[in-house]
């Protein structure tokens, strides 16, 4: 927990430093609000388990945290918004210059997908 922790914050900080430098983009933001999101909810997870039956209680904070990281999830669909930004930027998605939607490659027997 402690390897994800300290991975979050360097991720935190090389982004920060990018937005210092004025480099940094969208895909960027979009990727470090996935993976952060998504490791501390999985470090709740982990303190919940490690618990037991108290990290259900109102004794610890470990719910009241991860309720509210799953209304994040939830509410704003975190990770499935951030991972269509991040999957827009990879190799092998391109915008057409007819329209601004996503187009998948065409794969053999298939027909493209357009998302949005």
Known sequence: MANEI???QLLALHVGRLKDAGTVGHEHISL???NNV???LECARISRDILGAN???DDYPIMRHMMNLE???TYEGTHDIHTLISASTSPGFRRTRRNSKLRV???ANSR???IG
């Open 6 to 8: 300290s991975k979050a």
């Open 32 to 34: 470090i609000k996935r």
């Open 112 to 114: 493209s997908l357009r």
């Open 105 to 107: 490659p065409t794969f």
């Open 38 to 40: 998504w490791m501390a």
């Open 55 to 57: 990290g259900i209680t």
């Open 71 to 73: 209304s994040v999830i």
